[in-house]
């Protein structure tokens, strides 16, 4: 039995800058996010423009780390080499409208990444999602199950990629849910490197009378940061602060779907025409 559809695992990609060593510090996560473009190919599969979607910080991060910013892709099995990394120095990458959305995409060549053997799928935008009108029809609410997909503290895999899933629940959405705010939050483990991972919601088959259960995991939103609280260390002699201590609070900040979608349109309408794909098999 599997809660979360195996191909949503083959859209995270790790994330990085290069490092004194001459390797790749994996510092954050990405997902490939397909945009369909109305189109179907000769044997009627949908059609998608695709793009890979990060946080705003992790784009301006690269580019004070000399406009680079490596992705790890997994290879086919059989193509003789375990990961694809990709470099992207000085790429097209299109922020989020608004400068405070912490969101950035770029568009993906998929006829080169297959040409290259990778193995991949993406979230197909009018298919495995859930917008903030779906989010309302199925009355998600606070104590809703989730999963945070990613690679926190750079552990992206020794081989290959593989993302590390942790569980959650939806910890206070009514703001979002009411039209009053871009983000929402989640009680779970997110740490440094969860940045830019795909936040599902976790079907369920009960619920309380008089409520929905939810029968789908689609992508809701993306992680985009954890709230910290701090500890101050009073000196006993003066009175006064001598050393701040910074923790987890087990809150996350999450940027909904709909704030992704909008930066995706937004780089639509900015680029010229793009190869389209089909994403693959069908995911339910």
């Known amino acids: 039995m599997a809660l979360i559809p195996p191909a949503f695992l083959n859209t995270v990609v790790a994330l990085g800058n290069p490092s004194q060593d001459g390797n790749t510090s994996y510092n954050a996560t990405g997902f490939i996010y397909g945009y369909h473009t109305g189109n179907s190919d000769e044997e009627g599969k949908k059609l998608y423009r695709l793009f890979l979607v990060t946080n705003r910080h992790v784009f301006q991060r690269a580019y004070e780390h ?18 694809y990394t990709v470099n992207f120095e000085d790429a097209n990458w299109i922020v989020h409208p608004n400068p405070e959305a912490d969101v950035a995409v770029m568009p993906v060549n998929s006829n080169r990444l297959r040409a290259d053997g990778i193995e991949f799928q993406c979230f197909q935008g009018n298919d495995h999602v859930l917008t903030l009108e779906q989010a309302r029809e199925s009355e998600i609410s606070e104590g809703d199950g989730i999963f945070v997909l990613g690679f926190p503290l750079g552990q992206a895999g020794e081989e290959r ?46 619920a309380i009378q008089g409520t929905k259960a939810n029968h789908r995991c689609g992508l809701i939103g993306m992680v985009s940061s954890y709230l910290p609280y701090q500890e101050v260390a009073v000196s006993q002699q003066t009175g006064r602060p001598r050393m701040i201590f910074e923790e987890n609070s087990g809150l996350g900040v999450v940027v909904p779907h709909d704030v992704i979608q909008e930066a995706v349109l937004a780089a639509v309408q900015e680029l010229i025409p793009a190869p389209q794909t089909n994403s693959g098999p069908e995911v339910n």
């Open 66 to 83: 000399g406009k680079v910013l490596h992705a790890r892709f997994n290879k086919l099995m059989e193509s003789g080499s375990n990961t």
């Open 161 to 206: 990629n593989y993302a590390i899933v942790r569980q959650g629940i939806i910890a206070r959405a009514q703001d979002w849910l009411k039209g009053n705010s871009q983000t929402f939050l989640i009680d779970a483990s997110i740490f440094p490197g969860n940045s830019g991972g795909p936040v599902l919601t976790k079907p369920d088959s009960i």
